[in-house]
């Protein structure tokens, strides 16, 4: 997902409480995909200004003390932790961008003077790194340090400017060893088409290169965490040992970027342009979002332009922004020390441990989605399956909640399999009997007689030819088109019907199979999604076969059309039915049919236009084509009156608000 | 040592150079006053002390231009428009500016005429026991159509008292409950320039009302008062826009933006800018107004010395003034109120077709809770009583829902619990009520003003639908009313009814009547409780810390509850500030869990239920209350922060609360503050 201020999908109010005295709301994921407003997990300690210009990097180490890559003053500053300051080394930096610390060492990447210098902790030089000679480094490659990150061994990784290839890897000595973690181009449709179009020197410009990571962070055992700027999805990596990355999909990403750091509990703290601070916890979930940009005024916690962002072993988060000079130092609260705690026990699968914690969390924040994950998941291991249903249904997490309907349905099951079987032996019997009596003494001849009457009234009949559609579709159509054997009134009913389908289809599928959230259903937007689509491509059948000597009238398509649709019409409801009663586990009963209606309803399709307008296969097969062409055609031409109309009334209002203006 | 001396010889003479200027006006039994014609500086000396205030910067010390030369150093600038749209600044010491003053008594009318820009402005200086008034405004200028050029804004002694560095010095602005500046070079590059009483919609464009996303808005300005203190217990002033301060802004400048000087100013609007838009994309040109606002300046200056040089000197003087002016009354009763609970009955959430009532808490759940809460003295503010549950109800309130409470029940409740309050908000409309449409205001570009997906509506309109639906909340025999919203902005309407934001003012502080959310100073005087006061500034980050300025002047004279405590996110901090500032807490209680609201207009409220809530709220009800019972009523007189972090509340009746946010316990005098907590200590005994 992407965090673009405006698309925040928060309810925001005029009114709302602001969550206590600081300049920036926290967020958290609630339920059903909504992000929601939560109490601060972060609050700005203080804002301290030391004497540096731009600086890219910050690094803090165990004693406290932040050292800064002071990019714009060309050296290393040390704070200690008494907020004196010190250059830390006499060396003559030129662009110092990256700097890392260690136990014992130093570690500035120099990307002026293309090089990693590595120091004792008294500012010694003791080694300059420069570009790897091994051939294996590729003979083209750049070597332009911006970021280095060393593991608990004293391995490099060093992000290089330009790096398509990913983290160059040096070991303790300096010598190359691989590389890692590069990005995926990231193909566009526009891309494809440019290139298939574009030829020669403009087709050189659009060759693929994947973008280079941005920063890095390692964590205590040395996995390596990237962030790319620039990257919609998948912006944060996290590479296992086998250098895959298992926060694919998993993480809440965000395009701009900028830095990222961890904690001791490996949540990942990452800060983008706009000044949003996002934490997400070691499995990728979603954590809090604070933070914001300070646009209007410089107010303490707001960041115009933040460059490096660390998490000092306190669990304070630092963050430098280079535009202000300065570093904000957020301290976690007492809920973020709740929620970090109760995640940890979560993360590594104690769940009936984390459980009080969890609902202490919840108390506090009743919309708090990983509260529900974590508790539903501990109430499935206490057995208590119908709280977790209803847990993992607000958290959303499709699997888990079709294990525990399974253990619930199970349980019903078993309860009341003989009184299930013994219902039906009885239900057979009654109806054997009645029958049996029933040809003896005839005792439901007026009940037949009145349904003999009922399928004689045209629309009932109508109806009912559904069924004869089914298994008949040629004389069906046949009938339709030559003898209007269906009335345009049970047609429409029929469209009708697809449109109150649909909403049962929202509101009714079982939620292992359902996909739309029932609270942003818009009757509108429905019944269009439905009525246009038919609306066009009726039209288009119509148009196309005019001119294409077919026989079919408007009225047949119309009435035909609705009755193409017969598969899905009759047996949709049934799988809507038995959708609420299925697991993950026998998800091929829903799935399968529905294909197999899916399947039926195009052959019906087919063979409406076929028979319809009277075609040769050959000739139904391009009437459909050029209908496809056609709707097509439509769409563009309805966007460009669209977009002509709207700037022609753009035109008129500012003439019109000019000499208002001008009078 | 020769040198030494000539230099001190020659330093000697400058200044008497520079003093010549100013010649003796007038002086009282405090005070003598000097004024100098050429740049209508003041410079006053105090007559039993060795005080001497100046009202700008006398001396030219190469640190600013030209144009910064001259609004540092003269007692009025106006900031006008040319005719092709540039603003620009001209001074009263600048060479195309002749001034003639008259005295007369203790008063000084003068008449600045700026020959080159084409226009003139007056203003009177009334010499008084305190200090001295400004007066000024729209009958004191005069414009000549000639050359085109339109008075923007007036400045009166904008570095009264700006200085480049003090010890203990610093300004305080009137930013949410107050805070204070530091005088001296400061890290921050952006000035601080507020309206007094927030934004006016009807001028702001719709664009810059809603704060980004994710952001806090800033505390505005609840009161036309700022001050400096040149040096603490020694020299300050502090200033009261008396009149005029619905089109004021106040400015205040940290030491190193643009000049080296750290000032605050009051800024006078004449004609507002304002961004008029060309098409829907947003293209807009910067003009400003025609006309002139109805514009009356008052300001007094009131100089402070020794001990009353500090804020909370300037706290009790302003209420000294409020009251004097009847703005401010002694509105707490006899029945104790020390918790506001906010009930919440019910909310509305939309659904495909119509919505779901969801109820929070009835009638009858809220005498249950109640019922487990004696021993305690509270009110009770109920909110979502409507029909339509909370978000969907205004700016119809009535009838109540009858899931909440049968009409009978309802009368028989509220006729024996006179400490219940109905939240109403008749400034606000939702976007789902209709009828409304007229109703809404609309701003200068004549767009309908709207902020968070409300519609906000002519003031006029607040005013009719409170009276016509005050006498139904009579019927039920509710008499306390909450106004949401009402108290806290301020706007002009150009639209169907056009108001001036002064007309506005006027309408609503005579319209209302009950508890109001936050409200500016012209409602306190129809305000029997304040709900969720700023107990907290903007933190700018010149600011060195918020003080209780606000609290100050309402202490003993109007009960402020805090914003709910709920989602707080340091309970412990939280009931420690109120504890020093004096304010009692709230809580949003509900029967219901929260959960239910998900999905709802009220998702933000995420933690509510009251089986969870009940012991934090007696624990911190009994926290607080254990401190302020012992100063119900009582008025704070002085207010101070020690460097170890303690804070000391002095009250009229000689309790002194002592609070320690730390986290070790700290020792002032012989008394001993715990460790996050407080000492309440009578006089005598420190």
């Known amino acids: 997902m992407k965090i673009k201020p405006l698309t925040l999908l928060v309810i925001l109010l005029f009114f709302a409480v602001s969550y206590a005295d600081v300049p920036y709301k926290t967020y958290t994921m609630g339920p059903n995909g909504f992000i929601v407003e939560t109490r601060n997990a972060f609050v700005p300690e203080k804002v301290f200004f030391p004497s540096v210009m731009n600086a890219e990097d910050i690094f803090v180490d165990k004693d406290g003390s932040i050292y800064v890559a002071d990019t714009g003053n060309m050296r290393v500053l040390k704070i200690k932790s008494d907020m004196s300051e010190e250059v830390f080394s006499d060396y003559m930096f030129f662009m110092p961008t990256g700097i890392f610390v260690t136990d014992e060492l130093v570690y500035v990447a120099d990307s002026g003077s293309f090089s990693v210098c590595v120091f004792n902790k008294s500012g010694e030089l003791l080694k300059e790194l420069g570009r790897p000679s091994q051939p294996l480094f590729g003979s083209k490659n750049q070597f332009i340090p911006l970021k280095v990150a060393v593991d608990a061994r004293n391995n490099i990784y060093i992000i290089s400017e330009g790096s398509t290839d990913g983290i160059v890897c040096l070991n303790s000595d300096g010598e190359f060893m691989n590389y890692l973690g590069a990005n995926r181009p990231d193909v566009s449709l526009k891309m494809l088409l440019q290139r298939i179009i574009f030829t020669g020197a403009k087709g050189q410009f659009l060759k693929l290169r994947p973008p280079s990571p941005t920063n890095i962070a390692i964590d205590a055992d040395g996995i390596i965490y990237t962030c790319t700027y620039g990257l919609e999805t998948n912006s944060i990596k996290k590479f296992n040992i086998a250098g895959v990355n298992i926060f694919e999909n998993r993480i809440f990403g965000d395009p701009d970027i900028v830095d990222i750091g961890l904690d001791d509990l490996n949540n990942v703290y990452a800060v983008d342009s706009n000044g949003f601070i996002v934490v997400s916890n070691s499995l990728g979930d979603l954590l809090f979002i604070f933070g914001n940009k300070d646009s209007l005024a410089e107010r303490k916690g707001l960041l115009t332009n933040p460059s490096a962002l660390e998490v000092a072993g306190d669990g304070r988060v630092y963050v430098l922004d280079k535009e202000k000079n300065s570093i904000t130092v957020f301290k976690p609260t007492d809920f973020a020390d709740l929620v970090f705690r109760a995640d940890n026990m979560y993360i590594q699968g104690l769940y009936l441990q984390g459980k009080d914690e969890w609902q202490k969390v919840q108390t506090l924040n009743s919309s708090f989605l990983l509260s529900y994950k974590a508790l539903a998941k501990a109430y499935f291991k206490e057995g208590m399956y119908g709280q977790s249903l209803e847990y993992f249904r607000l958290s959303q997490d499709k699997g888990e909640y079709s294990e525990s309907f399974w253990q619930i349905r199970n349980e019903w099951l078993q309860k009341n399999l003989s009184v299930i079987f013994i219902g039906f032996v009885a239900v057979f019997i009654l109806y054997k009997l009645l029958r049996f009596i029933d040809r003896k003494k005839n005792i439901f001849s007026s009940l037949k007689l009145f349904f003999v009457k009922l399928s004689r009234v045209k629309l009932i009949n109508d109806l009912l030819f559904l069924k004869y559609m089914l298994f008949h579709p040629i004389d069906g159509y046949y009938e339709i088109r030559r003898k209007n054997r269906i009335s345009l009134v049970s047609a429409t009913v029929l469209y009708i019907y697809l449109f109150f389908l649909e909403l049962f289809k929202i509101f009714f599928t079982g939620f292992i199979f359902s996909s739309v959230s029932v609270y942003r259903v818009n009757l509108f937007e429905v019944a269009a999604g439905i009525y246009l689509p038919v609306a066009v491509l009726l039209l288009s059948n119509y148009l196309i076969s005019e001119i294409n000597s077919g026989e079919g009238r408007l009225r047949d398509i119309y009435t035909a059309g609705a009755y193409a649709l017969a598969p899905y019409i009759v047996f949709e409801p049934f799988l809507i039915i038995i959708s609420n009663v299925l697991t993950y586990n026998e998800a091929f009963l829903y799935t399968f049919p529905q294909y197999v209606v899916i399947g039926w309803t195009l052959i019906l399709l087919f063979l409406m236009v076929k028979q319809i307008h009277n075609y040769t296969v050959g000739e139904a097969v391009k009437n459909i084509l050029l209908t496809l062409f056609m709707v097509f055609i439509i769409i563009i031409i309805v966007f460009i009156i669209f977009v002509l109309f709207t700037q022609e009334a753009e035109f008129l209002q500012s003439i019109f608000r000019e000499v208002i203006l001008r009078e | ?686």
């Open chain 2, 1 to 686: 040592m020769n040198r030494r001396i000539i230099f001190v010889i020659i330093v000697f003479l400058c200044a008497c150079i520079a003093l010549s200027n100013f010649e003796k006006v007038y002086e009282n039994d405090n005070y003598t006053y000097f004024f100098d014609s050429h740049s209508l500086l003041l410079r006053i000396e105090q007559k039993n002390g060795d005080n001497v205030w100046h009202t700008g910067i006398e001396q030219d010390d190469g640190f600013l231009n030209d144009e910064w030369q001259a609004f540092s150093s003269s007692g009025m600038t106006v900031e006008y428009m040319t005719g092709d749209m540039q603003s620009k600044k001209v001074s009263a010491s600048s060479d195309t500016c002749s001034i003639t003053v008259q005295v007369k008594g203790n008063m000084l009318q003068i008449n600045a005429q700026f020959r080159e820009q084409g226009f003139s402005v007056g203003m009177e200086i009334l010499f008084n026991e305190q200090g001295f008034e400004v007066t000024s405004g729209k009958n004191f200028i005069s414009e000549s159509s000639d050359t085109g050029n339109r008075i923007m804004n007036l400045y009166f002694f904008p570095f009264f008292e700006a200085a480049i560095k003090s010890d203990n010095g610093y300004v305080f602005i009137p930013d949410g409950s107050g805070s204070i500046m530091k005088i001296g070079k400061s890290n921050a590059k952006k000035p601080y320039i507020q309206r007094v009483y927030g934004y006016d919609y009807g001028t702001a464009d719709t664009a810059s009302l809603s704060t980004g996303y994710g952001i806090n808005p800033a505390k505005k300005i609840k009161i036309p008062v700022y001050g400096v203190v040149s040096q603490e217990d020694k020299k300050g002033f502090m200033s009261i826009v008396k009149q005029g301060d619905e089109y004021t802004e106040i400015l205040a400048y940290p030491g190193g933006v643009i000049t080296p000087y750290t000032w605050i100013s009051a800024r006078y609007i004449v004609r507002q800018m304002y961004k008029k838009f060309l098409d829907k994309k947003g293209t807009a040109v910067l003009v400003s107004t025609q006309e002139p606002y109805d514009l009356t300046v008052k300001t007094g200056f009131i100089l402070l010395c020794s001990q009353d040089a500090n804020y909370s000197s300037m706290a009790v003087k302003y209420r000294e003034y409020l009251e004097e002016n009847n703005m401010l009354s002694e509105k707490f009763s006899s029945e104790k109120a020390l918790l506001r609970l906010d009930v919440m009955a019910a909310e509305t959430r939309n659904r495909v077709i119509g919505k779901d009532y969801i109820q929070m808490t009835s009638l009858k759940e809220l005498k249950e809770i109640t019922g487990m809460l004696n021993g305690l003295d509270y009110i009770i503010n109920i909110f979502g009583y409507s029909k339509d549950g909370y978000s969907q109800s205004f700016p119809v309130h009535l009838p109540v829902s009858q899931s909440f409470a049968g009409l009978k029940e309802l009368k028989e409740f509220n006729l024996s619990n006179k400490n219940v309050f109905y939240m109403v908000d008749y400034t606000l409309a939702n976007k789902e009520k209709t009828g409304f449409g007229a109703d809404v205001a609309q701003n200068i570009s004549k767009q309908f003003i709207t902020s968070w997906g409300y519609r906000i509506l002519s003031p006029e309109v607040s005013a009719n639908l409170y009276k016509n639906e005050q006498k139904k909340f009579e019927e039920l025999n509710i008499t306390n009313l909450s106004f949401r919203t009402t108290g806290e902005v301020l706007y002009s309407d150009y639209g169907k009814r056009p108001l001036s934001r002064g007309q506005a003012k006027q309408i609503i502080s005579s319209s209302f009547n009950g508890a109001f959310y936050n409200p500016n100073v012209y409602l306190w005087k129809s305000c029997s409780a304040i709900f969720d006061i700023d107990t907290d500034s903007s933190g700018y980050i010149f600011e060195k810390r918020s003080v209780p300025f606000l609290q100050i002047l309402l202490s003993g004279k109007i009960p402020c509850f805090s914003k709910p405590l709920n989602f707080t996110s340091d309970l412990g901090n939280e009931l420690l500030k109120l504890v020093e500032f004096g304010v009692y807490p709230s809580f949003i209680i509900t029967q219901e869990s929260s959960l239910k609201l998900l999905e709802t207009p009220s998702q933000w409220i995420s933690s509510s239920e009251f089986s969870s809530w009940q012991d934090t709220v007696r624990s911190s009800y009994d926290f607080v209350n254990e401190a302020l019972k012992e100063v119900y009523g009582c008025g704070i007189i002085s207010h101070e922060i020690f460097e170890n972090g303690i804070s000391k509340t002095r009250y009229s009746n000689d309790v002194v609360i002592f609070v320690n946010y730390g986290t070790q316990s700290m020792e002032y005098g012989s008394i001993e503050v715990p460790a996050r907590g407080y000492r309440v200590v009578k006089d005598g005994e420190i």
